[in-house]
């Protein structure tokens, strides 16, 4: 599993330190300003600023008197600014995802019980996917007939231990 420190972590190789500090150090701008703009988008004072605006539009509409260009102006707002946060947030949202299966892709990769086969199933179309979730479901059904769903690892494991049993029932 690789050399582990003095508190029982695994060490990098410093040719890995160096490739996730290169990593690190490549975030475009438009990455930098994406999760910047989610960041704050997401915050109280970000909710606060919004309402705020919204009660100032609704506070001049009798000065106005509440007419069509009046309302054009938070409509014309809202829709700016919604469809450019659309972009902004499906962006951080991908890079999030990506950065998800990836630590999970390194699980898997590290438990010596997990199957390898699935470390990339997220590009995998639907067809593929629900095969799969059939497979893991059939997994499920094999360990609870061996008395437990924590009895099997992986599917391989789970396979060929109840290929197994059904030799020695066969046999007996």
Not at 40 to 47: C, E, H, L, R, T
Not at 50 to 70: D, I, K, Q, R
Not at 113 to 125: G, K, T
Request: charged residues 25%; hydrophobic residues 40%.
């Amino acid at each position: 599993m690789g050399e582990q420190n003095d508190r029982g972590k695994r060490r990098v190789p410093a040719e890995q330190g160096s490739l996730f500090r290169t990593f690190r150090s490549r975030n475009s701008a438009f990455d930098r300003f994406a999760g910047t703009v989610t960041r704050v988008a997401g915050s109280p004072w970000a909710f606060a600023a919004a309402l705020g605006s919204v009660v100032v539009w609704a506070m001049t509409g009798p000065s106005f008197h509440f007419s069509e260009n009046w309302q054009i102006v938070i409509n014309t707002g809202t829709t700016i600014v919604t469809f450019l946060m659309v972009f902004l947030i499906q962006q951080s949202q991908n890079k999030d995802s990506l950065a998800v299966h990836i630590k999970l892709n390194e699980l898997l990769a590290a438990h010596e019980h997990a199957s390898n086969r699935i470390v990339a199933i997220e590009d995998l179309d639907e067809a593929d996917l629900a095969q799969l979730r059939t497979f893991y479901c059939r997994l499920s059904r094999l360990a609870e007939e061996e008395g437990g769903i924590k009895k099997s690892h992986s599917l391989d494991e789970a396979a060929e231990l109840h290929e197994r049993k059904k030799q020695l029932k066969a046999g007996a």
